[in-house]
């Protein structure tokens, strides 16, 4: 079988209508979102999710928050801090439902994720295993060479591999990941909860919780 | 419905990577994005490569193969089988090698039996330059016996030919595909002899000419590559190529077969009435100036000294022939094939040598300059497509069996051809090709040439300059070039890869005698 890369809190594919709402081009969000390295069609999917559980939420604020579920890394801030916002309105079913959770799991999400960006509530389940990065060229992945050397680096959630003579640096949270090539060797970071396993026969990287609790 | 042709292999490039991924807000994802950088170009051609293998032409054969250390083996059935597992991303010969061609302005020549893709790989290498489907199909010249120089260049124009009263007055009108820069020929042994002398002059010398008017055939990007099809290489066709013609062959791909296990995406294709190059995603297309900037890319890729070592002693076995001549130097092939004799037979009169052991008694010919020039730059460009910062040996094997097919030629009665397991590669040529450059290799290694290489370190010394070089030292280095004779003498044996070797002490020898003899003059 061959192994593809992807997040393990994306084993279900999305489902759900998009809904259109006045004002806003979704459709360009979800260029956006693909453009960030995330998946447009779980975007649309998370937010008409967000939407039919509360209208009154803040529709720009809920794109934020399914724009990083869907794997816009880059927006993992922003979106921590509108759920926040949500909560404190009583919008919270709104930005739970857009995150693919119950309601009574958001707050404790919220909190662990302040400390552990790779916790969701299914994590035990998937035994620690976060997700898995690069993937071989011609099968669509990102790299040429089996994925070598993995170390952490000092940012968070950032670790780097090589493949072949070429060093990337891995960005991951629990929805979402992107690489980036280096142009020289990093150097390595305190080791923290996760880490970066490689393969002699994959070229897939994994991104794994020793305590996957 | 989802476009199922445009799917490209991810391309995770992007500036600042240090730093990481840069904050978003919410807001921003219902800005317009600044359109993206656009990949590397060594990035973009791979991501070419893997859409035409994925999604255009159903090849799934990997005989350009790259492995770190012994790649898993399979031996199959009774008769010397080998399947090979390569450990490293290898390649599609049937596309990669028409991909480089395309990269560096190449003539590549496709053959194979009728029906294998080979027109259609071509085509695509059209549209991605750029081209329409339409006019790159309208634009490949069919071969055919009736072919005409008027039928492949343009005609004068009638009522200039009518009026002028100079050739200079006649106007022509030239045919459009000439300056296309993906030019393709198809059955190009089916051509008239007279015929092809006109398309040499245009592959050779990037011109045509008719009635004193002269046409470039280059294009802007100045980056042009052809793309002639056969059904075979063997002298096949209805006329016989002129070999000058196919001298200029850069390299010679066989087309491989359809793979009966991938029936179900040509039904798809037959029911969907679809062409691989009316689909070619536009971000795959290059523009005039990324084919030049590619073309230069390419020609910057080092050869470290290392890899030019090996390839020199893998070229200094084939010129050579004992009994060739009578004058040192001229113990070549090409003496004896200038003066009408035949090589075969003087390789197989030397009855001193090991022919097993001297690579050069297996062909009939030494290598040509144009060809050897032709696998440094193959060489570089598949480096650069890989992602190497330099040419490795690998690379040059790689290479090696496309570009020197039809180039260096077996000689059909040496006994490796004649008995046992290897008499396969007497119609394998490729692998006879293949083999013959890692023979050289183990050979290189055996004689510990990398590391003890006294000609080498004697050809240095010159290159250093003689400035400050007296009588004593002159004749130091003199002695050193004599006894190094004395010491290839006193082997007894003489083989094809000590000629150029020998060629260069005399060379040296002949600069330190005169620069002796000037020495003692001044004084």
Redo the contacts between chains.
């Keep these: 079988m061959i192994r593809r890369p992807g997040h393990l809190a994306d084993r279900t594919p999305p489902v759900g209508t998009p809904v259109p709402v006045e004002g806003l081009d979704l459709e360009l969000a979800g260029r956006n979102v693909a453009a960030a390295g995330g998946s447009a069609e779980r975007f649309a999917v998370s937010f008409a999710a967000g939407r039919a559980a509360g209208e009154g939420f803040d529709a720009i604020a809920l794109a934020g928050i399914a724009g990083w579920r869907a794997g816009a890394l880059g927006l993992r801030d922003d979106a921590l801090r509108s759920i926040d916002a949500a909560r404190s309105t009583g919008a919270g079913v709104a930005a739970a439902a857009a995150l693919g959770m119950d309601a009574a799991d958001l707050g404790a999400f919220v909190d662990r994720q302040r400390a552990d960006r790779y916790w969701w509530p299914g994590r035990r389940e998937a035994n620690g295993y976060v997700c898995a990065v690069g993937g071989f060229r011609g099968l669509g992945g990102a790299w040429t060479a089996p994925p070598a050397d993995g170390r952490p680096l000092d940012a968070d959630g950032a670790f780097a591999v090589r493949t072949g003579e070429r060093w990337w640096r891995i960005d991951a949270d629990v929805w979402g990941s992107r690489l980036s090539p280096l142009d020289d060797e990093p150097e390595p970071g305190a080791a923290g909860a996760a880490s970066v396993l490689t393969f002699a026969d994959s070229y897939l990287a994994w991104i794994h919780v020793a305590a996957p609790a | 419905m989802a476009d199922r042709w445009h799917?490209l292999?991810?391309?995770?490039?992007?500036s600042n990577?240090?730093d990481?991924?840069?904050?978003?807000?919410?807001?921003?994802?219902?800005?317009?994005?600044p359109a993206?950088a656009a990949p590397p170009l060594d990035e973009k051609l791979?991501q070419t490569y893997?859409w035409i293998?994925?999604r255009a032409v159903i090849s799934p054969y990997y005989d350009v193969e790259f492995s770190s250390g012994r790649p898993l083996t399979f031996e199959l059935g009774d008769a010397g089988a080998e399947l090979t597992l390569p450990n490293?991303?290898s390649y599609s010969s049937n596309v990669l090698l028409p991909l480089l061609s395309f990269a560096v302005g190449g003539k590549c020549l496709l053959i194979g039996g009728p029906g294998r893709g080979k027109t259609t790989v071509a085509v695509l290498m059209g549209v991605l330059a750029g081209s329409t489907p339409e006019e790159v199909r309208r634009g490949v010249q069919q071969g055919q016996p009736q072919l005409s120089i008027s039928d492949l260049v343009g005609i004068p124009l009638p009522r200039d030919l009518m009026n002028a009263s100079s050739l200079a007055e006649i106007g022509i009108a030239w045919r459009e595909w000439l300056s296309r820069p993906v030019k393709i020929v198809d059955e190009y042994n089916r051509i008239p002899t007279k015929t092809q002398s006109a398309l040499l002059t245009m592959v050779a010398e990037g011109y045509v000419e008719s009635h004193d008017q002269m046409r470039r055939t280059a294009p802007a990007s100045g980056v042009e590559s052809w793309f002639f099809t056969a059904n075979d290489d063997a002298g096949g066709g209805t006329f016989p190529v002129i070999q000058a013609l196919r001298d200029r062959m850069d390299v010679t791909v066989p087309a491989a077969g359809f793979n009966s296990r991938f029936l179900d995406e040509l039904v798809a294709r037959v029911e969907a009435g679809e062409k691989p190059e009316e689909h070619v995603p536009a971000e795959l297309v290059f523009g005039p100036d990324e084919q030049s900037a590619m073309r230069a890319a390419i020609r910057a890729v080092p050869v470290p000294a290392e890899v030019r070592r090996r390839l020199e002693f893998f070229l200094g076995h084939f010129e050579f022939v004992q009994g060739g001549g009578r004058r040192f130097e001229y113990r070549t092939k090409d003496t004896v094939t200038t003066a009408g004799g035949r090589v075969a037979e003087v390789i197989e009169a030397n009855s001193g040598a090991d022919l097993m052991t001297d690579l050069g008694a297996q062909t009939l010919n030494g290598l040509s300059v144009r060809a050897l020039q032709t696998l440094i730059v193959y060489a570089k460009a598949v480096a650069w497509f890989?992602?190497?910062?330099a040419v490795s040996v690998a690379d040059v094997g790689a290479m090696l069996p496309f570009v020197l097919r039809g180039k260096l030629l077996p000689n059909p009665t040496h006994p490796r051809f004649d008995v046992g397991a290897e008499r396969e590669l007497s119609t394998d040529v490729m692998s006879w090709l293949a083999d013959l450059f890692a023979e050289s290799c183990r050979q290189f290694d055996a004689l510990g040439r990398g590391t003890d290489d006294p000609v080498g370190d004697l050809l240095a010394q010159l290159e250093a300059g003689l400035d400050g070089v007296g009588t004593v030292e002159a004749g130091r280095r003199l002695t050193q070039i004599e006894a190094r004779l004395r010491t290839v003498a006193g082997t007894g044996k003489l083989y094809g890869r000590d000629f150029d070797d020998l060629m260069a002490l005399k060379y040296l020898h002949q600069r330190y005698t005169a620069y002796l003899r000037w020495l003692e003059g001044r004084s």
């Design positions: 799917k292999s991810e391309s995770p490039t992007t990577a240090a990481g991924v840069a904050p978003l807000a919410a807001a921003d994802l219902f800005r317009e994005a993206p791979r893997y293998v994925n490293e991303p890989r992602g190497r910062d």
